[in-house]
């Protein structure tokens, strides 16, 4: 079984940074995709960002010019940096990966993002 443990979640104003982690650990495994979604109070799970294995990017449009999503493929580990926050950005952060030889996807518990205004 694959883990997936996200940090760097928190509380920052309006216009603050954060950096968001996500390591996969367990058995004997090969990421294809990885990626961040995040849902809001109230609103449906959406996509924020993803990279492949060979670093192709893909962002939600509400975040382009401001988030960057990274990859460090020999430690299994996303990040996103999150610039220039604002309020409708608070919500729970979940990382998933995409596993090849797995049919379903794998994903974290979560981390709280919470932009103050």
């Known amino acids: 079984q694959v883990q997936l443990v996200e940090s760097g979640g928190g509380l920052v104003q309006t216009g603050g940074s954060l950096r968001l982690s996500c390591a996969a650990s367990?058995?004997?495994?090969?990421?294809?995709?990885m990626g961040w979604y995040r849902q809001a109070p109230g609103a449906q799970r959406e996509l924020v960002a993803d990279?492949?294995?060979?670093?192709?990017?893909n962002y939600a449009d509400s975040v382009k010019g401001r988030f960057t999503i990274s990859r460090d493929k020999a430690q299994n580990t996303v990040y996103l940096q999150m610039n220039s926050l604002k309020p409708e950005d608070t919500a729970v952060y979940y990382c998933?990966?995409?596993?090849?030889?797995?049919?379903?996807?794998?994903w974290g518990q979560g981390t709280q993002v919470t932009v103050s205004s």
């Open positions: 990279i492949t294995r060979g670093g192709s990017t």
């Open positions: 367990g058995s004997i495994f090969t990421i294809n995709r």
């Open positions: 998933t990966a995409d596993v090849i030889g797995r049919v379903r996807d794998y």
